[in-house]
């Protein structure tokens, strides 16, 4: 069956931008979720990242997971799991059993995420962040299931006003 897909497109000009989708994104955020991001390198993804795990109640520094791979954390409400799959091969990635991490109670951030896509569950908002120059990015989302397709949905009448 083929899921239902929502798109949006966030216009972040300043960081502060990025890290108001992020905030919001988090607001919504419910146990087992999955965001998957993809952009080139200083995009922005750790940036996101930060700004959502502060939104979601995890104290401390969130550092970039690029050399640990995964990194969890513990959350208000919920465990953030933030994960950096540049360096995996899809292979290795298999291994690592991801899947109790997706289909657990937590909320999972995968950088790079589309060179494991086949290892990730149909369900998911992928955001894609690409450098426009200086501090602005184009944040293309993509929601794949009724809940992304909604959020994605918020998304287009909040954005329309801003
Ligand atoms: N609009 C923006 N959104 C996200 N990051 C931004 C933005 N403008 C500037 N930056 C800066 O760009 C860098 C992004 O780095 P990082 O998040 O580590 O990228 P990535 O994880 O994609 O490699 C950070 O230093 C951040 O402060
Ligand atoms: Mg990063």
Redesign the pocket.
């Given at each position: 069956m083929q899921e239902r897909e929502g798109h949006a497109v966030w216009l972040?000009?300043?960081?502060?931008?990025?890290?108001d989708l992020a905030q919001q994104l988090a607001a919504w955020v419910k146990p087992g979720a999955l965001l998957a991001?993809d952009?080139?390198?200083?995009?922005?993804?750790?940036?996101?990242?930060?700004a959502f795990a502060g939104a979601i109640g995890v104290e401390g520094i969130v550092n970039?997971p690029t050399f640990t791979i995964i990194k969890e954390y513990k959350g208000e409400q919920l465990p953030f799991y933030h994960m950096?799959v540049y360096r995996l091969s899809l292979e290795e990635a298999d291994e690592l059993g991801l899947d109790d991490y997706f289909y657990g109670n937590g909320v999972t951030i995968v950088?790079w995420a589309s060179l494991i896509k086949e290892l990730l569950p149909p369900e998911r908002l992928e955001l894609f962040?690409e450098h426009l120059g200086?501090?602005?990015?184009r944040i293309q989302l993509t929601g794949i299931g009724e809940l992304y397709a909604d959020w994605c949905k918020a998304l287009n009448e909040i954005g329309a006003g801003r």
């Open positions: 972040a000009h300043t960081e502060q931008d990025t890290i991001l952009g080139d390198l200083g995009a922005g993804k750790t940036r996101f990242s930060q970039s950096d950088e962040i200086g501090d602005s990015r």
